[in-house]
């Protein structure tokens, strides 16, 4: 059946070689042209992201969502993969309000639509998660064997990769934070009047620190303090 009316258009590459070549692009746009079929259709905005699956933070993918809704039209991506592998974020992108097809599946519709559409994203989840794992054990194998993993290798990163990685750290910090406040509030009311006292009783706790190893000193604690909101 041939699709009808206005939509938005959201594609997704990971790497900006691709966003500047076209590739990926076009097979993008070729799998929606397919979906749509012929019909009276007109595409009213196409949007580029050029990021990977595993970000949350997609600008170009909040203007898509606000063009669907001023148009009053469904945005339509080519793949389930492009938008996302995250369920958590496929839950807030299902709670738009706005009507998402994709091309790679049959029209999404009703709890039953929404519920198949989650199970999908939790398998592609799930399916990144080994990845991740599968990679992990390969490099822990390489060090035991006595490879080098890292290191300076004659580059040095750029100053935008620093900072945004700063910036990433950063964020970690402060949700670690925004995570202990309570726990810290709790022992300070319970009687741990000092850093050093709040590191012990986190210690106790088996509470991990922000690196995941080793144990909580004074200046950790002065550390996550000083990130505390409010």
């Given at each position: 059946m041939a699709n009808t009316g206005g939509f938005v258009c959201y594609y997704r590459v990971s790497t900006k070689g691709q966003g500047r070549s076209g590739l990926g692009l076009e097979a993008q746009r070729a799998?929606?042209?397919?979906?749509?079929?012929?019909?009276?259709?007109?595409?009213?905005?196409?949007?580029?992201?050029?990021?990977t699956a595993k970000r949350?933070?997609?600008?170009?993918?909040?203007?898509?969502?606000?063009?669907?809704?001023?148009?009053?039209?469904?945005?339509?991506?080519?793949?389930?993969?492009?938008?996302?592998r995250s369920s958590s974020f496929l839950n807030r992108l299902l709670d738009a309000n706005v009507d998402v097809r994709f091309a790679d599946l049959p029209v999404i519709e009703g709890a039953t639509g929404r519920f198949l559409l989650q199970q999908m994203v939790a398998v592609a989840e799930l399916e990144a998660g080994m990845i991740s794992a599968r990679t992990k054990a390969a490099l822990a194998q390489a060090k035991r064997r006595g490879k080098q993993l890292?290191?300076?290798?004659?580059?040095?990163?750029?100053?935008?990769?620093?900072?945004?990685?700063?910036?990433?750290?950063?964020?970690?910090?402060?949700?670690?934070?925004?995570?202990?406040?309570?726990?810290?509030?709790?022992?300070?009311?319970?009687?741990?009047?000092?850093?050093?006292?709040?590191?012990?009783?986190?210690?106790?706790?088996?509470?991990?620190t922000a690196r995941g190893n080793g144990a909580w000193t004074a200046t950790q604690v002065l550390r996550v303090k000083q990130r505390l909101p409010g």
């Open positions: 799998a929606v042209a397919q979906y749509l079929n012929g019909g009276d259709w007109r595409i009213v905005s196409e949007f580029v992201e050029v990021e949350a933070d997609r600008p170009e993918l909040d203007k898509a969502l606000a063009a669907a809704r001023v148009h009053r039209c469904p945005l339509i991506v080519s793949k389930v993969d492009r938008l996302t890292g290191g300076n290798r004659g580059t040095r990163p750029s100053r935008k990769a620093a900072l945004k990685g700063a910036a990433a750290t950063g964020e970690r910090a402060a949700k670690l934070a925004a995570d202990l406040k309570p726990i810290i509030e709790e022992l300070q009311a319970n009687g741990a009047a000092t850093l050093a006292a709040i590191a012990a009783k986190l210690n106790e706790r088996g509470i991990p």
